[in-house]
C-alpha cells in the first residue's frame, strides 16, 4: 500500500509540472535503471550506458542535477518565454528568435537534415531533461515550457552559433548600440597541439584553453560520455547541448578558438518613398514580409504582454530604423546540423573520420586545433565563408537593391586556411591570424585566398607571447608545454588595439608626483603573478584606457598628456579605494564565488587570460578568461588527460563541487581525467541512475507526435 501511495504521489506532481495537453515522441530510453552517472573526487559525471541516446539521457539527467537553472533558460529561449522568467534582456532575447526565425529554420530542416541516429541521441537528451523536470517540480521555473523536444535543443544551438557570427554586432550598429543583447559571444581562446618532431618524448601533446565567462548561458561544463557504440570522450559543453564540444577521446582530440572572417553581411534596401514595405532589387519590387510576435516580459508584480513587428526580405532579417532598412545575411542561419557535427566529431577515431565529419560544413565559425595518437595534428581556420562578388567591399554596407550582393553558395572545406603536419611541430591559434599558425617558415601565405573572405592578419600579444617562449626551447618537453599554456607574461613587443609603449617611457624624475607608480611599471617583468604590484597597476591603467577606446575606436595611440591623466587616475584610484599605492594584484583582482574570495592571477591578452569587472571597494572580480582547461598526452598506451574548471562541477550552492576547484585553478594545477572504465569505476565516489520514470502510469498517457 505504502508503494502504491509513492507511485500515485509522483503521478500527481508530474502533472502539476507537465501541462494536461503535452505531447511527447515515445520515450527512447524506456529503462534509465540501465544508465550509470559515477561521480568522481570532484563530482564530474561519467556516463556509462549501452547506447549513445542512453548517454545523452544520463547526460541531461546529471547536467540538470548540477544546474538545472541554467539548462531551463536555455530552452526557454528557443521557446521565446525568456522574457516571462528574466524581464526586459529576456524578451529581447524570445525577439531576436523571432525576427531570425530561428525556429523555423529549425522545424523546416528537421525531418531531412538530421540523421535519425542524433535524432535518438537528441530524444535521449530531451526525455533526461524531461524526467528530471518531473521529478523535481518546485525546481521547474516556467512549467508551460515543458517538455523539452529535440527541436528546442537545435533551436538553442543555432542561436548560439548565429551569436557567434556576429550577429549581435550588426543588430546593435542597425539600432545605433541601443539593444541591450545578452553578451553571449566568448571573448577568446588559446588551442596548441605539439607532435613528435618538437616534443622531448615523441608524444603528442594538446591544449584546450578557452576564454569564456566563468559564469552563465556560455559557461562550460565538464563531462565524460561512454557508451558501448564507440562513444567515449572526455571534455567540455555549454549548457543544452548533448555532446562534447571541444575534449578528447581514446584516439584524437580538438580544441576551438574564435575566429573573425567576414561571415556576416549588412544590406540597406532601396525602399518606395511611396509604400514603406516595398523595396527595389534590379528594378523589380518586393515586399517585406511582415509578421507581428507576442512577447511576455515578466516586471515586478505582472507579465507585460507586448507586440513587435518583424521583418523579412530576400536577405534575411529585416529591421526598419530612422536611418533606414537594413537586412542582414550569415550562414549562421542557414544550417540546423551543428550540434550533429559535433557529435560525428566525437566519434571518430582517426584524422580520417575527423576531417570527414568537417566535411559537412556546418559550423559557421570557430578555428580547430586537433592533435592524435598517430602523430597527427592539424589546424584550420573553420568556417562556413560565402562565394562572393570581389566587385563589391564586403566589409562596408552593401547595396540591397541588386542580385549581385545576393549570395547563395559558401566555399567548400579545402578553400580555408589549414596546416597539417608542419615540419616545425607544431600549430597553435590564440585568436590571431591565420596565416601565423605554425614556425614562420612553415606558415602558408595570405596570397591566393579569396579577399572577400576577410582573414584577420593581425597577430596578439598572445601569439607574440608563444613564439617568444618557443623561439627558447629547440625541443618540448610536457611541463614546458604546460608552462606555456600557463604563462603570464606579456610580451617584450606589446600588441594592444591601443599603443601604450609610451606608458614605459616616462621620466620618473620629471614626474615626481607619481616618480613611485613609473618606476614600479618600469621594472614590472610583465607577468600578472597575484604578488606583482606592477600587475596591479597595469590592469587599472588597462580597464581605464580600454574604456576610452570601447567610447571612441579610433583611438589608436596614447600620447604623453594621456599617460600622465592616467597615473593621475591610477593614483587617485588607489588611494580612494585601499588608502595605498602600494597593492598587488591579487590584492585587487579576486576569484569569487559565493562568500568565497580568492587572490586571482593573469591579465587581459596573457597567455593565461582573465579580464575582470568591478566587484566592491576598488577590487575586480575575473568574469572571462581561462575558466575549463583540458591537457592531453596522447601516448601508446592512451591518452593521458588532466583538467581544472575554475569554480566546480556544479552550479548549486550548498554542493561541495560548487566550488571545490578554485585553489587548484588559483595555483594553474589538474586534476587527473581517466577514458578508463575500470578506473573510473574503482576510484568512484558515488554510483547511481536516473529515477526509474518509464514504469509509472504517467508514461501510458504520453501522446504520440510532437508539439
Known amino acids: 500500500m505504502k508503494k502504491l501511495c509513492v507511485v500515485v504521489f509522483l503521478c500527481s506532481t508530474a502533472f502539476a509540472v507537465f501541462p494536461q495537453n503535452s505531447r511527447l515522441d515515445p520515450l527512447i530510453v524506456d529503462d534509465p535503471s540501465r544508465i550509470d552517472i559515477v561521480r568522481d573526487a570532484y563530482g564530474v559525471p561519467h556516463i556509462f550506458a549501452k547506447t549513445d541516446p542512453e548517454v545523452a539521457y544520463g547526460l541531461a539527467w546529471a547536467h540538470a542535477e ?62 533526461g531533461f524531461n524526467a528530471y523536470a518531473y521529478t523535481h517540480p518546485k525546481e521547474v521555473l516556467e512549467k508551460k515550457s515543458l517538455p523539452i ?11 548560439q552559433l548565429a551569436l557567434g557570427c556576429g550577429v549581435e554586432d ?8 541601443t539593444m541591450p543583447l ?3 559571444e566568448p571573448g577568446g581562446s588559446n588551442a596548441f597541439a605539439f607532435n613528435s618532431k618538437i616534443t622531448a618524448d615523441g608524444n603528442v601533446y594538446l591544449a584546450i584553453n578557452t576564454h569564456h565567462p566563468l559564469e552563465g548561458q556560455v559557461a562550460w561544463y565538464e563531462a565524460h560520455l561512454c557508451s558501448q557504440e564507440g562513444w567515449n570522450i572526455v571534455g567540455s559543453l555549454m549548457p543544452g547541448a548533448p555532446v562534447i564540444i571541444a575534449g578528447i577521446n581514446e584516439n584524437l582530440g580538438w580544441a576551438h578558438t574564435v575566429n573573425h572572417p567576414d561571415r556576416l553581411d549588412v544590406y540597406q534596401l532601396e525602399m518606395n518613398s511611396d509604400n514603406d514595405l516595398q523595396y527595389k532589387v534590379d528594378n523589380t519590387w518586393y515586399t517585406l514580409e511582415e509578421r507581428t510576435v507576442k512577447l511576455k516580459v515578466k516586471m515586478p508584480g505582472f507579465n507585460l504582454h507586448a507586440k513587435k513587428k518583424v521583418y523579412w526580405s530576400i536577405y534575411g532579417p529585416t529591421m526598419i530604423t530612422e536611418r533606414g532598412v537594413f537586412s542582414i545575411r550569415t550562414t549562421g542561419l542557414m544550417d540546423i546540423r551543428g550540434l550533429e557535427q559535433w557529435y560525428r566529431m566525437n566519434k571518430s577515431g582517426n584524422f580520417s573520420s575527423f576531417k570527414k565529419a568537417l566535411k559537412m560544413e556546418a559550423h559557421p565559425s570557430y578555428n580547430i586545433v586537433y592533435g592524435d595518437r598517430y602523430d597527427t595534428i592539424f589546424y584550420i581556420c573553420n568556417g562556413k565563408l560565402p562565394l562572393r562578388d570581389p566587385s563589391f567591399n564586403w566589409r562596408e554596407t552593401l547595396p540591397g537593391n541588386t542580385l549581385l550582393t545576393l549570395w547563395s553558395r559558401t566555399h567548400p572545406l579545402e ?43 593581425h597577430d596578439n600579444n598572445r601569439s607574440l607571447r608563444v613564439m617568444e617562449l618557443l623561439q627558447q626551447l629547440p625541443k618540448v ?21 591601443v599603443n601604450v609603449d609610451t606608458l614605459f617611457m616616462l621620466n620618473e624624475n620629471q614626474h615626481p608626483e607619481y616618480a613611485g607608480l613609473i618606476t614600479t611599471l618600469k621594472t614590472w617583468d610583465r607577468k600578472g603573478t597575484t604578488d606583482s604590484r606592477g600587475a596591479a597597476l597595469f590592469g587599472i591603467f588597462f580597464y581605464h584606457v580600454a574604456a576610452r577606446y570601447q567610447a571612441d575606436p579610433t583611438y589608436k595611440a596614447m600620447t604623453k598628456q594621456d599617460c600622465i591623466e592616467a597615473l593621475a587616475y591610477m593614483k587617485q584610484y588607489l588611494l580612494s579605494n585601499f588608502g595605498t599605492t602600494d597593492v598587488t594584484l591579487g590584492e585587487y583582482q579576486r576569484l569569487e564565488r559565493g562568500n568565497r574570495s580568492i587572490p586571482l592571477p593573469g591579465l587581459p591578452d596573457v597567455l593565461a587570460a582573465m579580464y575582470s569587472t568591478p566587484t566592491e571597494n ?90
Not at 521565446?80 to 531576436?96: E, F
Not at 608545454?481 to 594592444?496: E, G, H, S, T, W
Not at 578506473?679 to 529515477?691: L, Q
Request: aromatic share 10%.
Open 415 to 457: 578553400d580555408l586556411p589549414q596546416v597539417l603536419n608542419p615540419p616545425s611541430g607544431y600549430v597553435y591559434n590564440t585568436n590571431h591570424s591565420p596565416f601565423h599558425a605554425t614556425a614562420p617558415a612553415d606558415n602558408i601565405s595570405e596570397e591566393g585566398y579569396d579577399p572577400t573572405m576577410g582573414y584577420e592578419t
Open 66 to 127: 548540477d544546474d538545472f537553472e541554467t539548462l531551463q533558460k536555455a530552452f526557454l529561449a528557443s521557446k521565446t518565454m525568456l522574457g516571462q522568467h528574466i524581464g526586459r534582456d529576456g524578451a529581447m532575447v524570445d525577439y531576436i528568435i523571432h525576427l531570425l526565425r530561428l525556429r523555423e529554420l529549425v522545424n523546416l530542416n528537421y525531418e531531412k537534415d538530421i540523421s535519425p541516429a542524433f535524432k535518438a541521441v537528441l530524444q535521449g537528451y530531451c526525455d
Open 477 to 497: 618537453s610536457y611541463e614546458d608545454f604546460k608552462r606555456i599554456k600557463y604563462d603570464v607574461q606579456l610580451p617584450q613587443k606589446l600588441a594592444f588595439p
Open 182 to 184: 545578452v553578451g553571449w
Open 618 to 707: 576598488g577590487r575586480v572580480k575575473g568574469t572571462v578568461g581561462d575558466c575549463y582547461i583540458a591537457l592531453a598526452k596522447f601516448t601508446k598506451d592512451g591518452p593521458e588527460i588532466e583538467s581544472v574548471n575554475c569554480f566546480g562541477a556544479s552550479n548549486r550552492k550548498g554542493s561541495p563541487h560548487y566550488d571545490d576547484q578554485m585553489e587548484l585553478f588559483q595555483q594553474q594545477k589538474t586534476h587527473r581525467m581517466t577514458l578508463r572504465r575500470d578506473e573510473v569505476y574503482r576510484e568512484a565516489k558515488a554510483i547511481y541512475h536516473p529515477e526509474v520514470l518509464s514504469k509509472l502510469p504517467l508514461t501510458a498517457r504520453l501522446t504520440k507526435g510532437r508539439r
Open 170 to 177: 550588426a543588430l546593435r550598429k542597425i539600432n545605433n548600440g
Open 149 to 159: 523536444i529535440p527541436q528546442d535543443v537545435l533551436t538553442y544551438s543555432v542561436l
